[in-house]
């Protein structure tokens, strides 16, 4: 049963009822009612998703999207723009954070190049580039609508792949070909905390929304917000949330969104990760409401505006552990608790199975 | 070099040194300073404990300590006695929560009965039986002295069987035989928080430490603090904390004070689970203060006593997940994010090995 095939009330109805049935399952298994707390919650909302109960989890996939960003020429980073491409190379050697993890949370790889400036030519890179960078939005457009097309079919592309089982992690040349279950979206480039706060400011998010990436001084961050805030006044009004990713957005970013709207209705999971990711999903949520019923928030960033994006998406971090890496590294780990959430549901005994006594009273709320 | 061959003043400096040296090089792995938040702050307690940097963990054993407690008889849990038995079947055949969670996060499960009401006959159940229960200590002591030597004994024969490799976990007997470097404390027991909370209470914890283990209700709950209150009056006052453990405490909580007390000094981190483990650290810090200091709060349980004693413990959960089931589950959880932190200090490249451009300008704390 596929959700883009019904009608919007009588998906509700279906939603409501796989989770009704989840709810059910969870209460049959050996534990007190509602004793793994958020877990429990994780696992109804996967059922939802995927429609089936109790839901599984077969591939998980990290979908990294590198791009540089013309802005940072505004001086808005504590990193020079080389470190972009020099982090691709890293993810490739293994030695970044996100390898470990994912490794440690049992997601593969797939890393993309949506447009650094200097093409790696490193095989284990997809390349999807839209171009070598976008330009300095506090100037001129950050990209042609010819190249937002070329990254929206980008993503889109991406989307059936892993749908389909194609798309191959950069580090395991056999990896099964099956259809991912769960996407973890992860960002690497110099710049796109200030790219991501320009174009969520763009579609109405307040100024709070700029703050710190990486660890730049109080100085800096009025710069920043300076930057962003002639940058946003510069490119107004907009008539489209798509005009508005052109003007501000990053290669980066639009890829992502070419994937958030690509991915209704392939039951397919979506965990997000920071600022930028975030970006991305509140700009994908413009263009198409529905995207949010299929997204995980892996985690609270330390980037302040990444709770005011949460909060327009009305969505509750997995996790809350001061992290501010970027990379997908919050979206693994969230993705890894929705993944125990799978497990819990399909691996434990029921009552029945087990031959143990239920409660003898009727259990309250906690 | 081990703690306790050392004067106080002098092994604060060697942790100190350990700490600063592990900060260096936490700093020194490509990403912005700090950013992984929490994980960076469990490597380094983990780094301190284990007196070495990068810390590695390479045998992680969840100990789940099972007994029966007199006290249920006074109608405090909405399961009846026989369900601790039958959730060690339960744990035997892999259906509880505990082994999908330890299974999916890399630990080994050893399970002990403490002293439950029938011996299950199991082999794969260690056999550190104290008795068949405890008494209902609304009416006598909960154990008789020699009791308590039994449970004190049994929790160091534990750890030194895992601190030199020996002790083996019930799912696979060819484990490899290495010492434990972690351990994560879980239990199993109808009616153990009515016995966490009496016992503590007996120790200057506030009355409010009662409440729900399972999901009771508000009337039960009352009764509940009744007990208790009436429990703690009756056996008051005490010479001792061994003298309150023996009065109203239950066989697990004493096996885990003895295996608490015999840790020290043996670079083994311990990851606490909820209430009634909370509860034996509690009682043995108050014995031996020194005892927090290889200790990690795995979560904060939904079980309202459980803040009040990890304050008193002055312990920060590593996980904040609405979790209120025992077995361990919240430890192992929490044990895997330790886990992962070692792993990224270990695993991850530094920006001069990778290649990698350092921040241009110094970065200020987040």
Redesign the interface.
Known sequence: MSGTALGVSEYDAAQSEVADDMARHLDS???????????EELGVRLAVIQGHVPPRLHRKVAVVCASDHGVSAEGVS???Q??TG??V??FV?G???I???A??CGFEIVLVDCGITEPTGLPAVRDLRAGAGTRNFRREPAMTREQLDRCLDHGEQLVQELHSGRAVPFSESDAPARPADIIALGDMGIGNTTTAAAVTMALGAPEDVVD???????E?IEHKRTVVRDSVAFHSPFETPLDALRALGGFDIATMVGMLLALRGRRIACVLDGFPVTAAAYVAAHIDPAVTSFLFAGHRS?VRGHQILLNALDLEPI????????EG?GAV?GG??I??AA??AS???SFT?????E???P????
């Open positions: 298994l050996t534990k007190p009612k509602g004793s793994l707390g958020r877990l504590l990193y020079p080389a470190v020099q982090m190379h890293n050697n030695g970044a954070a390898n470990v993890l490794d440690s710190r990436g990486t660890g730049i001084s109080a800096m330390k996790l809350d552990a001061g992290m501010h890496l970027g590294t780990l890894f608790h993944d125990l497990r819990l691996g434990m005994a199975d087990a031959a143990v006594d409660s003898t009273a259990e309250e709320e906690y």
